[in-house]
């Protein structure tokens, strides 16, 4: 049956809404299939204004995949603005995708991905807005399968009650196998509906389906255990793992935006996965092993990117890219390549350890110098012990002297405030070293107009770290020790005016440590809040902490827990924690064993260069740590067949 374009209707909204472009679709390198030549149909949703949801890697990858795909068909959502949510309930209009414009229940899969938490109210207003039912208990054959992915879905407890499931882990793959599993069930007829479609999925090991668990409570308010409620369903959920970045090019044909967007350049992810082992980062542990994409292999995607796009910039991403074992050769022979067409290149992490001068100035050749950005993370040495993050002053002080000397001149330090064992002292300490770093570029300059901006964020205890168990500090003891850290560098006469302070008081976190480490009672402060007009969580405008607050007063009334249980507690060994049955592959006793090591001040080196410290994730997952040096070259690029759209040979 042919699904209608509900663009008729919308175009008539559009022009009573701001920035009504962002609706309207058909970006370069976009796709659009035929509906009835595709058996399995996916919406996807990065669940953010456009803006936002558009540069997304990982949508935009697992869009190519799926398109790429005979009988396959994959259409983006994004969240709509509530200028745009007001006229679609008023005139009835569901929510729909910005490729062809279809309405998202008629798809068979609703994927969505969260990277962060603050996107849960998001979701239920596009599942509201399609028509589907906010409980994956009250949906039926008629709907799509609600699929949770993006590092949220690590700890999706909180979302159980409206996802139908949940992957971890790496995406190219998982999507599909799903669309194997989900193929096959149409074909057959659907037998037994959507559960057994969901019992076929839950049965992989791979796909988490919380309705087929049950989770049971202890009187004072921790879970006593996670069962299985279901034949042949596992106790325990794998982490899905990429091996080899190589055969998985993507995007290959980049989405170019309409409308502004946070990043409007050409972006190749370098390598997956970290293992520095920075205890705070939920990042780097969730995606181990590391795994570099190969020097050719990016190359070859820069080239082909670039000529699909017509993009001016290209970011070189993963979660610490300097520490690529080629970035050197990356980064010159990009440089070289592209001097003619003035592309710029960027990295978006840096360390401050892996930082060279050299790499610096072939990312900045063919582009603006702007600032340098360091992320020390802790103020004192002793706090960076226990985050893990081995960084010394000097490192940091000796990198900002050569900075300065090659004629860069703003400097900016990112820092969290309420690592566990913080004190004032620790924090006071981010004002000291920014006073140092001025020294430093007034010295090696000969110059005043030297400045480093500080930006300080609260420290969220995330899920699968080492920080699982430990207390998130509260709201007013974050927001007391960034004052005395202002005031101490606002009095500072010397260094004061030359110090940019940066900081986001301590609510929006306390919001984002109850959803990250919530269980399926958060659910309901969830709804709450939906319900209470809550939206745009990410957004300072349109976030409300009275309003979570309310939402939690209220969906938690009769539990016998609250805010505070969920955020400012310490947990212990022996408790059973809401994502214990997601396996990320890391060993539990091994993280809680860093975890001692934190509070002992005890770093651990990482593993890319010594030997292996039994973390869990390869024999776990069946993977290795898998990094260069290949010895091969980036370019020159030969492109033998002038007319081909694609290179055909990489000069070695
Ligand atoms: S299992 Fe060993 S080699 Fe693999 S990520 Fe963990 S510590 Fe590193």
């Not at 699929?147 to 999706?156: Q, R, T, V």
């Not at 409570?217 to 325990?236: C, K, M, T």
């Not at 440089?335 to 072939?362: C, H, M, Q, W």
């Not at 110098?369 to 020390?376: E, N, Q, V």
Request: include cysteine.
């Amino acid at each position: 049956m042919p699904v209608e374009s509900v663009f008729p209707r919308l175009e008539a909204l559009l022009p009573h809404v701001q920035k009504p472009i962002q609706y309207v679709g058909g970006e370069l390198n976009s796709t659009v299939k035929d509906w009835d030549a595709c058996d399995v149909r996916w919406a996807l949703m990065y669940p953010d204004a456009y803006e936002v949801g558009l540069p997304n890697q990982g949508v935009m990858i697992l869009y190519e995949v799926l398109n790429e795909r005979e009988g396959v068909l994959a259409e983006r959502t994004y969240s709509v603005w509530p200028d745009l949510e007001a006229l679609m309930r008023e005139q009835g209009v569901p929510q729909f995708t910005v490729d062809a414009h279809r309405p998202v229940k008629a798809f068979d899969v609703f994927g969505l991905s969260f990277s962060t938490e603050l996107g849960y109210t998001n979701m239920l207003t596009a599942l509201d807005l399609a028509g589907i039912p906010l409980a994956a208990a009250d949906r039926t054959d008629e709907d799509p399968i609600v699929l949770a992915g993006g590092h949220a879905a690590f700890n999706p407890e909180p979302v159980a009650e409206f996802i139908d499931c949940a992957v971890v882990g790496d995406g190219e793959q998982a999507v599909l196998d799903i669309t194997a599993i989900v193929r096959a069930w149409k074909a057959e007829g659907r037998p037994g509906g959507r559960e057994e479609l969901l019992l076929r999925l839950a049965k992989t090991g791979g796909v988490y389906v919380p309705r087929f668990y049950d989770v049971e409570y202890l009187p004072d308010g921790r879970i006593a255990r996670v069962v299985p409620n279901a034949p042949g369903v596992p106790w325990r959920v794998s982490k899905h793992t990429v091996m080899d970045l190589d055969e998985w090019p993507y995007p290959k044909q980049p989405l170019v935006p309409l409308a502004e967007t946070v990043h409007e350049r050409m972006s190749v992810e370098i390598f997956r996965g970290c293992t520095r082992g920075c205890r705070f980062c939920q990042a780097g542990m969730i995606t181990r092993p590391v795994r570099e994409r190969s020097i050719t292999g990016i190359g070859e995607m820069v080239e082909r990117g670039l000529k699909a796009t017509g993009f001016e910039e290209v970011g070189l991403l993963s979660l610490s890219s300097a520490d690529h074992t080629e970035i050197g050769d990356i980064a010159k022979g990009l440089a070289d390549r592209y001097t003619e067409d003035k592309i710029g290149l960027s990295l978006p992490s840096t360390r401050v350890d892996a930082f060279n001068i050299d790499l610096a100035n072939e990312l900045s050749r063919n582009g603006r110098r702007s600032g340098l950005t360091f992320a020390p993370e802790g103020g004192s040495e002793r706090i960076r012990k226990v985050i893990n993050k081995m960084v010394s002053e000097e490192d940091l002080i000796n990198t900002v002297a050569t900075a300065y000397g090659n004629g860069w001149r703003q400097v900016k330090l990112y820092f969290m405030c309420g690592l566990p064992t913080e004190t004032d002292d620790d924090v006071l300490q981010i004002g000291t070293m920014a006073k140092n770093v001025i020294q430093k570029g007034r010295e090696v300059t000969g110059q005043n107009d030297i400045r480093c901006t500080v930006s300080i964020g609260g420290f969220v205890p995330k899920p699968h770290t080492p920080f699982q168990w430990a207390p998130q500090l509260s709201a007013e003891d974050t927001d007391a020790r960034l004052a005395k850290l202002r005031d101490s560098i606002r009095g500072d006469r010397k260094y004061g005016k030359n110090i940019g302070f940066r900081y986001h008081d301590g609510k929006p976190g306390i919001v984002e440590g109850l959803l990250s480490r919530g269980d399926r009672r958060i659910g309901a402060v969830i709804r709450a809040v939906y319900e209470d007009g809550g939206r745009f969580d990410g957004w300072r405008e349109y976030f409300s902490y009275d309003r979570w607050m309310a939402g939690a007063e209220k969906g938690l009334a009769g539990t016998g827990v609250d805010v505070a249980w969920y955020t400012t507690r310490e947990r212990g060994y022996e408790e059973v924690l809401p994502w214990d049955h997601l396996d990320s592959g890391l060993d539990k006793d091994w993280l809680w064993e860093d975890w001692q090591d934190a509070l002992e001040e005890v770093e651990v080196d990482d593993c890319r260069w010594t030997p292996c410290f039994d973390c869990g994730v390869c024999p776990q997952m069946d993977t290795t740590i898998q990094i260069g040096p290949t010895g091969k070259k980036l370019l020159p690029l030969t492109v033998v067949n002038q007319g081909a759209d694609q290179p055909k040979g990489a000069g070695v």
